[in-house]
């Protein structure tokens, strides 16, 4: 299947709906993810970054999120709480090859079925667009989320050495992981499962 960008998209799990992510919703996304927890692995710039000022959120989130791509909101269905947000970005359809990336949740939601059910709803979407390489990285430093990657079932694939800068202007290296299309359905099994066990009373 040759790639094609997609159009913007409401995706629908069981636990949360992934929305096209506006810039009407920047402060509800703040209330969720713009916390120190959430910045102390590296995310987006690192702690330095986070400016939790209305004015200074949402100038950082402008010039932060792919808004060429497709940012997503992430809500949960069964309050229409906004708990995070992530990205289908980087799409090259020549090569078949995406970036999931720009994830974030708020703390009270780590270690649900949030970030399984999310993951395979934007996966899904990456390759039914028939992308056949989805990467996946993180700070090689932020072992929570790079411990949450690995659970995905992603291959890793390395660390690129002195990659980006933070806010506070320190390099740093990143983790790179992928999920390519062969792997997708042993995969996407995986996270059902994981999705229907993190539900269970």
Known sequence: MTARIPDPATLEGDVIRLEPLTHEVLLEL??????????????????????ASDAGWIAWAERTYPWHARPFAIRLRSEGRLVGTTSLADLDEATEQAHVGWTAYAPDVWGTAVNPEAKLLVLGHAFAHGFGRVR??????NHRSRAAIARLGATYEGVLRRMRQDAAGTWRDVAV???????????RDALTQRVRTARRP
């Open 30 to 51: 703040r209330d969720a993810i713009g916390v120190p927890e959430v910045f102390a692995g590296g995310y987006c710039g690192g702690p330095a970054a986070l400016d």
């Open 136 to 141: 996946i990285q993180a700070d090689a430093a």
């Open 177 to 187: 992981h992928s999920i390519l299309v062969d792997e997708w359905p042993a995969v």
